[in-house]
Structure formats: structure tokens, C-alpha cells
């Protein structure tokens, strides 16, 4: 027979569990996005428009180009380290969902600035991908972040 420690310790990890699984399809998004909507902008022709329209801009998208491969990466990290129980992952977490929230806003911002040069109906799905990963990095950092901070399993985990 179990005591209520030891149930408690067993089934400690509960909300845990969702994330654990937001951070393991979280770079499939990333690299789906950044498959679907970065590197045709770099490879299909439209970076060099974008460059003689605004140098600006064209730098954002080199920012994006670089960055996403490294929030990728950095996501594969956290997921070692999560298991690890590296003291660093809340951190990490936060910064990772937060850097890619801002990535995808500056794509739509350009995305934006692109469509007074662009067919609409091109501009407008592509409007509306950008705004779905928004809507979906946003709702992992709605779910992530406050627990990570304010939970006390969170902190017996990863805070020693």
C-alpha cells in the first residue's frame, strides 16, 4: 500500500507532461514556419526586391534567416536540459517562446511593408500563416511561462 508521498511523488510530474509536449512540437513548428515562409523570401527572388525597397527590412529577413535555425537548435537544447533538470531551463524556455514571438512579429510587420508591392491575395494567406504562429507561440507561452514561474513543482525541479 502507497502513502500519499509516494502518490504524490508518482504523479508530481502531471502538468509537467503538457509541457514537455509543447517544447517537443515546438521546433517543428519553427521549422515548418521558417521552411514554409523564411527561406522562400531568401531563395525564391523576393529578398533581392525586398533589398533595393528598404536595406532595413532586408535585414530583418537576414535576422530571421540566422536566428530561427538557432531557436531550433536551442530548443533541442531545453529538451536535454529539461530532463537534466538544469536549474537554466524556465530561463531558457522564456526566452526561446518570447525571441520567437518577436521574430514572427517583425515577419509580419515586413510581410506588411511587402504588400504594397505584392498581389493581395498572395500578401493575405501569407498574413494569415504569420498570424497563426503568433496565435500558437502565444498560446505556449500562456501555458509555459506562468507555470515554469509560479509553480512549486517547478521550482523543487528545477530550482535547488
Known sequence: MQTNAEVETKHSFGFMYIIIFIFLIFPINVLAYYKIEVLPMIFNGSFPILFNLSKLWSFIVLIDFILMPIIII???VIIVLFFKRSKYVPKL????LIGYLI???LDLLANNFLSNYSNETYMNAVNDRITKSIFRT???ILVTIPYLFISKKTKEIFIR
Do not use: V
Not at 93 to 96: G, H
Open 74 to 76: 536551442l530548443s533541442y
Open 93 to 96: 524556455i522564456t526566452l526561446t
Open 138 to 140: 502565444f498560446l505556449y
Open 103 to 105: 521574430l514572427l512579429l
